[in-house]
C-alpha cells in the first residue's frame, strides 16, 4: 500500500493551497480517508477525515471552515482544500487510510500512513 501527498509549498498568509493524496494498492472506497500534521516541535495532529461514502467529514476545530476534504474514489485520490491559510498552519500534511467505518482522530488507529508534503506559510 502506499500513499503518495503532493501539493505543497509556499502561501502567504491568506493564501489557498489544494493538497492530494494518491492511494494505491488497496480497495480505496473501503477506506476511511484522514489528513494529519505535524508543525515543528510539536505532535502529529488530526485535520480533516472523510467516511466511505464522503457524507460526514470531520474537522479539527483550528480549520473548521476555512479546510475541506473530499475524496474521488474512481482516482483513488482524497484532497484537503485549504483556504483562508494562516502562519499557523505551517506544516507538514500526511494522509492516512483506515479500513473501517469511523473516522479516528489518533494517527495510531490508522493503518496506512503517507510521507507528507510541507506547507509554509508566511505571514
Known amino acids: 500500500v502506499q500513499l503518495q501527498a503532493s501539493g505543497g509549498g509556499l502561501v502567504q498568509s491568506g493564501g489557498s493551497l489544494r493538497l492530494s493524496c494518491v492511494a494505491s494498492g488497496l480497495t480505496f472506497a473501503n477506506y476511511v480517508m484522514a489528513w494529519f500534521r505535524q508543525a515543528p516541535g510539536k505532535g502529529r495532529e488530526f485535520v480533516a477525515g472523510?467516511?466511505?461514502?464522503?457524507?460526514?467529514?470531520s474537522y479539527a476545530d483550528p480549520v473548521k471552515g476555512r479546510f475541506a476534504i473530499s475524496r474521488d474514489d474512481a482516482e483513488n485520490t482524497v484532497y484537503l482544500q485549504m483556504n483562508s491559510l494562516k502562519p499557523e498552519d505551517t506544516a507538514v500534511y500526511y494522509c492516512?487510510?483506515?479500513?473501517?467505518?469511523?473516522?479516528?482522530?489518533?494517527?495510531?488507529?490508522?493503518?496506512?500512513r503517507g510521507q507528507g508534503t510541507l506547507v509554509t506559510v508566511s505571514s
Open positions: 492516512a487510510a483506515r479500513g473501517v467505518t469511523v473516522i479516528s482522530r489518533s494517527i495510531s488507529q490508522y493503518k496506512y
Open positions: 472523510i467516511s466511505w461514502s464522503g457524507s460526514t467529514p
